[in-house]
């Protein structure tokens, strides 16, 4: 189980799975969890969502989604850490196709937070939650850095690591998503030497 699953009435597998196995390539669902999310047409539609552009050159989001599962397969992570990891990836880009591009991608119109608002229906796992809503934010701040004070950009980061219950699935999950072709590793780099620096993150075997 995925931390407390919320009850959702389950939606017909017969032609859920199929569709979802179209969109998400080699998409098989594990659990009835996952069952729930591929018989969700909200969810079919932001898998289907998306074209090639900078970062994904993959094109769709159900494409992306595809990758990091095979990647979950291929670090050969098991037990409650795999359905974890399967359940921010099937999630955390999906709400993409609900944000609008007339006003700034910002609080409730990011991406991300609308993935959290939607991830709400199904869990109340604040380690889940606070992940997907913040899976982007080392990205951010790296690229920051650039533009913004020093000062600006550690109170940044700082906030960031106080909302975050389980730093070590969180760090977890911004390997895996910055692990496609597209993605620069420069960011995912950067956010593991500065959580160490501030105590917050150890290497696994350190």
């Known amino acids: 189980m995925v931390g407390r699953e919320r009850p959702v009435a389950p939606a017909r597998e017969a032609t859920a799975e199929p569709a979802a196995g179209e969109l998400v390539p080699g998409f098989v669902p594990e659990t009835d969890l996952e069952r729930r999310l591929a018989g969700d047409p909200e969810m079919l539609e932001g898998w289907r969502w998306g074209k090639p552009r900078r970062g ?9 989604v595809g990758a990091l599962l ?8 098991t ?19 609900r944000v609008s591009n007339w006003i700034l991608h910002t609080g409730e119109n990011h991406h ?12 109340d796992d604040e380690r889940l939650l606070a992940t997907i809503e913040l899976h982007d934010r080392p990205f951010n701040l790296w690229r920051r ?3 913004r004070s020093n000062n600006a950009v550690e109170d940044a980061f700082a906030s960031m690591v106080r909302r975050l ?7 977890r999950f ?6 496609t072709e597209g993605k620069d590793p420069a960011p995912v780099a ?14 696994p075997g350190e």
């Open 112 to 123: 991300a937070v609308r993935a959290r608002r939607f991830a709400e229906r199904y869990t």
């Open 145 to 147: 850095r650039f533009f």
């Open 79 to 97: 037990g409650t850490r795999r359905a974890e990891l399967r359940f921010l990836a099937l999630v955390h880009d999906s709400l993409k196709f």
């Open 56 to 64: 994904h050159p993959e094109g769709t989001v159900g494409a992306h």
């Open 174 to 179: 911004v390997e895996l998503d910055g692990s």
């Open 70 to 77: 095979a990647t979950i397969e291929r670090w050969g992570e």
């Open 190 to 203: 950067w956010l593991k030497e500065r959580l160490a620096a501030l105590g917050a993150w150890r290497a």
């Open 165 to 171: 219950p389980d730093m070590d699935l969180f760090v």
